[in-house]
């Protein structure tokens, strides 16, 4: 699995991520959201955001949002 940072996007990506993760702020759960399966992933969520994804979590009480991995799409991406 490769994880990756904003920084080693490339611009275009990088803008759409920025746009996503403003829309994020206000309500994490708009778009292409699903919640991940299996017990390691409980309370993780993933963001499709065209070949990558942002897998996330969310703390209701303190009205956070915290993204734990960016990922490029590929058949081993949540292995």
Known sequence: MSC???KGLPGSVRTRFTRTLDKMATDPFE???KALSGQEWKS???RRI???RILFTVNHQEQMV???RVLI???DTYA
């Open 4 to 6: 990756l940072t904003l």
């Open 31 to 33: 778009g292409n959201v």
């Open 44 to 46: 993780v969520f993933r």
């Open 50 to 52: 065209g070949d990558y």
């Open 66 to 68: 915290f993204i734990l």
């Open 73 to 75: 799409r590929s058949n």
